[in-house]
């Protein structure tokens, strides 16, 4: 099913006849004139130059039927659909005002209104077949609309429930990357702690075993005998009872006296031999 083409209405020059239930003796001879000049531009397809002279005709005659009607058709054919509705709705008693209506709808694809206007041109002219034409070619194309934009909302929340589920799941990929993450930083954080305490303690104990040895070394160097090198004696060793000490000190004495009386005895023998001998 193809849609009929729009209706057109020219009238010729002194025509007296009555179209679509408006009188054409209302337009004077310059405004005939003038939409005949308009029709000419029309029919050679120069409808921007038809629709300056519809114009100029309304100008004339603001009440013109022909130049509102064949004003709305110049500019359907320069597709200002909205313009052309607007001049064929001065015609609220034309059904073929009303057909041209629906065509205007049908091209901008609004069907729903395209079939309103066709069946308001049926209820002025009941047995036109273009309109009926037309009317069920619209109403195709609205159930086709219809079903596109089901499937298409269909596929769209199909759409939007994939890209949710996918977000979902990557969401959940994310926090358990997220996790496990955490999870390497808390052990690696541990595993750093201990190095950090295991550091302190040998720090500590490097320092420790420093001050046990410079403390060693300064008792070394106490201890040792400026003179041969020798350690003196040990400060622990036992103490002597007072009796021992007295024993000691006796033996100390007598051998003293002794020494002296040795040394004594020497002198008095070099002392004889020292002595010269008497010449008698």
């Not at 799941?169 to 750093?192: A, P, V």
């Not at 295991?198 to 001050?211: L, M, T």
């Amino acid at each position: 099913m193809v849609m009929k083409t729009f209706k057109t209405a020219f009238v010729l020059l002194c025509c007296a006849a009555t179209f679509n239930g408006y009188s054409q003796q209302t337009d004077n001879i310059a405004v005939q004139k003038i939409v005949e000049q308009g029709n000419k531009n029309y029919n050679d397809s120069v409808y921007s130059s038809a629709e300056i002279f519809y114009k100029d005709a309304l100008d004339e005659n603001s009440r013109s039927a022909i130049a509102r009607f064949n004003l709305g058709n110049s500019l359907f054919r320069q597709n200002k659909l909205e313009d052309a509705i607007e001049s064929y709705r001065q015609l609220p008693k034309d059904p073929d005002a009303n057909y041209n209506i629906g065509n205007s709808h049908l091209k901008q694809e609004d069907y729903e209104k395209a079939i309103e206007s066709y069946k308001e041109s049926l209820r002025k002219n009941p047995s036109d077949m273009e309109a009926k034409s037309n009317l069920a070619y619209a109403k195709k194309k609205l159930q086709q609309q219809q079903n596109q934009n089901k499937d298409n909302k269909d596929n769209q929340d199909k759409d939007n429930k994939d890209k949710q589920d996918q977000n979902k799941q990557d969401q959940q990929d994310k926090d358990q990357q997220d996790k496990e993450d955490q999870k390497d930083k808390d052990q690696q954080d541990k595993e750093d702690q201990k190095d950090k305490e295991d550091q302190k303690d040998k720090d500590k104990q490097d320092k420790e075993d420093k001050q046990d040895k410079d403390g060693q070394d300064k008792e070394d160097d106490k201890n040792q005998d400026p003179k041969n090198g020798q350690n003196p004696k040990q400060n622990n060793q036992p103490k002597m009872s007072k009796d021992e000490a007295e024993y000691i000190l006796n033996s100390v004495e007598a051998n003293e006296k002794k020494t002296q009386e040795k040394v004594q005895q020497l002198k008095v023998e070099k002392a004889k031999k020292n002595q010269p001998e008497k010449n008698w």
